[in-house]
């Protein structure tokens, strides 16, 4: 089959989903989108739309049915069913494999350790027991964290000082969900790399993204980090490395801790194109959105070099929940180097992504500046 006749199913309609589909459209290519939400924002651009839970076996069926290939915006979705699919020989991408493997945490790391990965020490917890030795084994603080299900920081608790177990513990569930402790890392700055690998295993890495993040949501993105070349050098070695051990076809995030000494260490990996990345849309020739679709089709890579500095800034809902109301993007336009990007959500949340911005320009203080007013002057927020 010609990769441009195929049709592609995408599990979730999310703002990714919707940014994979705006390019798969550009394309010429049919989507089908499954999400349970029947106002997603992958609702109004998608061919159809099957109306169904992300855990309901005979919608995995019937989404396998009506496409050549399948893949997912997030990770939190039935892996099980999908490697049934691959069994029955319906294409998979990133593979169930690869999905299984990442979305429990633990697993992930010793995947990943097992295969010469760097990065802060670990260990599973059971009980209390388990948790005092890891605050011998690590010192005090480190982190606790639920192996699934986490994002956006929740299923993550830092325990300051052994009085601290009890309550971090029941505070992540008491045992009712499986956890690991991590030795705390002092780490200068958060990165992430995106990589691509087609199908034909033709691998392109993405320049190197500085993430600074409020609550454990990520606020900004600054392109290029400010790095030495050593670090950069190992990130994006890292990167690459990541899509070879997963094999992973389509786009994947490696998210990074850099220390005072310039080491890098991973964090955790995501097999889709990611939060950080939505740069790529103004900031490279070929998006992540783009990469990923060619990926998943069999079609030859894209170019990912950087046209210019690049700052991105999430926006986030705020005020009450309700109806979406925009406010200010008038004044936010009128400097001609912001784009805003509105995700289409018809409910509005405190903290819940709403949409981003971007400023490109040579000099990155002066674009932060410009990102941080642009960011200022609009919002989101709901009404009655």
């Given amino acids: 089959m010609n990769s441009l006749?195929?049709?592609?199913?995408?599990?979730?309609?999310?703002?990714?989903?919707?940014?994979?589909?705006?390019?798969?459209?550009?394309?010429?290519?049919?989507?089908?989108?499954?999400?349970?939400?029947?106002?997603?924002?992958?609702?109004?651009?998608?061919d159809e739309h099957i109306i169904a839970s992300f855990h309901s076996k005979e919608a995995y069926e019937e989404l396998a049915k009506k496409v050549d290939v399948i893949t997912y915006e997030f990770e939190h979705i039935h892996a099980d069913f999908l490697e049934e699919l691959e069994q029955e020989g319906h294409k998979v991408y990133p593979t169930a494999r690869s999905l299984k493997i990442i979305q429990d945490k633990y697993t992930q790391k010793c995947c990943l350790k097992d295969a010469g990965i760097l990065m802060p020490e670990f260990i599973k917890v059971d009980d209390i027991e388990d948790l005092k030795m890891a605050g011998k084994q690590f010192g005090y603080p480190f982190?606790?964290?639920?192996?699934?299900?986490?994002?956006d920081g929740?299923?993550?608790?830092?325990?300051?000082?052994?009085?601290?177990?009890?309550?971090?513990y029941k505070a992540l569930g008491a045992g009712e969900v499986s956890l690991m402790a991590e030795r705390f890392l002092n780490f200068t700055k958060e990165?992430?790399?995106?990589?691509?690998?087609?199908?034909?295993?033709?691998?392109?890495?993405?320049?190197?993204?500085?993430?600074i993040h409020i609550d454990s949501i990520l606020d900004e993105t600054i392109i290029p980090a400010e790095l030495e070349r050593k670090s950069e050098k190992k990130a994006m070695e890292m990167a690459h490395a990541v899509m070879e051990i997963f094999e992973g076809v389509g786009m994947f995030c490696t998210e990074m801790f850099v220390d005072a000494n310039g080491e890098v260490y991973l964090n955790e990996v995501a097999p889709r194109p990611h939060n950080s990345g939505h740069y790529t849309i103004e900031g490279t020739l070929t998006s992540q959105y783009e990469?990923?679709?060619?990926?998943?089709?069999?079609?030859?890579?894209?170019?990912?070099?950087?046209?210019?500095?690049?700052?991105?800034?999430?926006?986030?809902?705020?005020?009450?929940?309700?109806?979406?109301?925009?406010?200010g993007i008038e004044k936010t336009y009128k400097n001609p180097r912001v784009k805003v990007h509105i995700y289409g959500k018809k409910v509005s949340k405190p903290g819940r992504?709403?949409?981003?911005?971007?400023?490109?320009?040579?000099?990155?203080?002066?674009?932060?500046?410009?990102?941080?007013?642009?960011?200022?002057?609009?919002?989101?927020?709901?009404g009655e």
Avoid: W
């Fill in 191 to 211: 990165i992430s790399v995106l990589a691509c690998r087609g199908i034909n295993g033709e691998i392109a890495v993405y320049p190197v993204a500085e993430n």
């Fill in 291 to 327: 990469q990923h679709i060619r990926a998943i089709v069999g079609l030859p890579l894209g170019d990912v070099q950087l046209r210019s500095s690049i700052v991105m800034k999430n926006i986030l809902g705020t005020g009450q929940e309700g109806k979406t109301i925009i406010e």
């Fill in 5 to 46: 006749n195929k049709k592609i199913g995408i599990i979730g309609g999310g703002q990714l989903g919707k940014m994979m589909i705006l390019d798969a459209k550009r394309l010429g290519f049919e989507v089908v989108t499954l999400d349970p939400s029947e106002k997603c924002p992958s609702h109004s651009i998608s």
């Fill in 143 to 151: 982190m606790l964290k639920a192996t699934t299900g986490g994002y």
């Fill in 353 to 382: 992504k709403m949409g981003h911005l971007t400023v490109i320009g040579e000099d990155i203080e002066t674009i932060r500046e410009e990102a941080r007013l642009a960011y200022e002057s609009i919002r989101i927020v709901g």
């Fill in 154 to 168: 929740k299923g993550n608790a830092v325990v300051k000082m052994e009085s601290d177990i009890e309550k971090q």
